[in-house]
């Protein structure tokens, strides 16, 4: 039996072992019971391979200033479990979960007795999820976070306002393959009937895929540096750039984080907006727009965790969101000197991603912390050129700890801490915490 919230999460989490479940039947097996749920809500679906998270904040923020009572769905956490589910911003309650899982498990312990099989946990929290928003009228919208793919994921059980594939990326390639076709044919799977799709994907094989699913599915297209483009892009702060989308130019926007990889996003953001306003579905002014991008932040976004000393933590945790990371340190960080500490799953492409890192590196850190799928640090270090500026150090607390001794000595340093995800949240909790 499920009675306290510690009861609830040990419970969610033991169904990991039950592994990758393709298909979305015991999805619609549960809505079904559910009273579908899924079909009360007014969605935003979120797919990618690089940002989902802040492309949803953006939207949420925007949304927010407008007036508007906003849930989100995303993953993995940073700081709480409870954060995946969230209004305008603020994670449920301890309480609600628990409330819940007493509604889901009676049904997923039904499930395990068919031919279906039991749930995942994805599948748990999406259910979860789908029967809170379903289920409270006073939430306006829901953005909802793709997990891994999009055809066959879990939150694929939504018929949105708007679907959204931020980017196109080698990630996931044993689930989703190993060609861009065949990964942006998994995120395209998103794409439903009549609804708009709006893509800021760069590679031209991932644009002709999923201009083949809008005409197939009907969907009206929206593609960045096609159908809406940016302009006038500086580097400040944050970024500020213009916007020309549907014969309306918003010029001057400004956002908080920082690369041209956010600009891109909140470009994303903005477009949907644009839409939903258009249609009638969404009220609102041009000044709560900007006024929503500029508020907008993403914890382990290139979050500057410290100013004295410089500490930023960035959850790159694949070649794309390295790139990423390499381009805004370089943008923003010129004449610093870069010190790095890494660490990642082992299923990753760990020498591409290590060599972006060796070129911006004044030293290189590879440690390792207790998650299934990490990394050893020795495992780092053979992806790298094993120059003199590299070293590993098992424990995560002490390489942190060497280092922030370093770039505290050293006036014009910075440490970048980078990663897995599972990485930057245990990083984040332990310098929080001191």
Do not use: C
Not at 190 to 216: D, F
């Amino acid at each position: 039996m499920i009675h306290t919230y510690e009861d609830a999460l040990s419970w969610i989490h033991g169904r990991l072992r039950l592994g990758m479940k393709p298909g979305l039947a015991r999805m619609e097996w549960m809505m079904e019971r559910l009273g579908q749920p899924q079909k009360k809500i007014k969605a935003i679906h979120v797919a990618g391979t690089n940002g989902k998270g802040s492309t949803v904040s953006y939207i949420r923020n925007m949304l927010q200033e407008a007036g508007y009572r906003v849930g989100t769905f995303t993953s993995p956490y940073i700081e709480t479990f409870n954060e995946r589910i969230s209004v305008n911003g603020k994670p449920i309650s301890n309480d609600e979960i628990v409330t819940l899982l007493k509604v889901i498990k009676p049904l997923a312990d039904e499930l395990e007795g068919t031919e279906l099989g039991g749930p995942t946990e994805f599948e748990v929290i999406t259910a979860m999820a789908l029967y809170y928003f379903g289920e409270n009228p006073n939430i306006d919208f829901v953005i909802m976070e793709v997990g891994l793919g999009g055809k066959l994921d879990s939150t694929n059980v939504i018929t949105p306002l708007v679907s959204i594939i931020t980017s196109i990326g080698f990630d996931h390639m044993n689930i989703l393959g190993d060609t861009i076709e065949k990964i942006t044919g998994e995120k395209a799977g998103i794409i439903k009937q009549n609804v708009p799709v709006v893509s800021a994907v760069e590679q031209q094989e991932a644009i002709e895929v999923i201009n083949a699913k809008a005409k197939e599915t009907n969907s009206p297209i929206y593609q960045l540096g096609q159908d809406f483009f940016i302009s006038d892009h500086q580097h400040k702060n944050g970024e500020s750039f213009t916007l020309k989308a549907h014969q309306k130019t918003f010029h001057n926007l400004t956002i908080a984080m920082k690369g041209t990889h956010q600009v891109r996003n909140a470009s994303l953001a903005v477009m949907t907006i644009n839409i939903l306003k258009n249609s009638g579905i969404v009220q609102i002014g041009d000044q709560e727009l900007a006024a929503g991008l500029e508020k907008t932040k993403w914890i382990g976004r290139f979050e500057e965790i410290s100013k004295k000393p410089l500490v930023i933590l960035d959850g790159a945790h694949n070649p794309e969101g390295i790139k990423s990371l390499v381009d805004t340190i370089q943008a923003h960080l010129k004449g610093k000197e870069i010190h790095i500490i890494f660490s990642a799953l082992h299923d990753k492409k760990l020498d591409t991603m290590i060599g972006q890192l060796e070129a911006v590196a004044h030293n290189l850190t590879f440690t390792t912390f207790d998650f299934p799928r990490a990394a050893s640090s020795k495992e780092l270090y053979e992806n790298s050129s094993k120059g003199e500026t590299i070293a590993t150090i098992d424990n995560w607390m002490e390489a942190v700890k060497s280092e922030l001794d370093k770039v505290t000595a050293e006036q014009n340093s910075v440490l970048v801490i980078t990663g897995s995800l599972y990485f930057i949240s245990e990083v984040r909790g332990y310098l929080l915490s001191k």
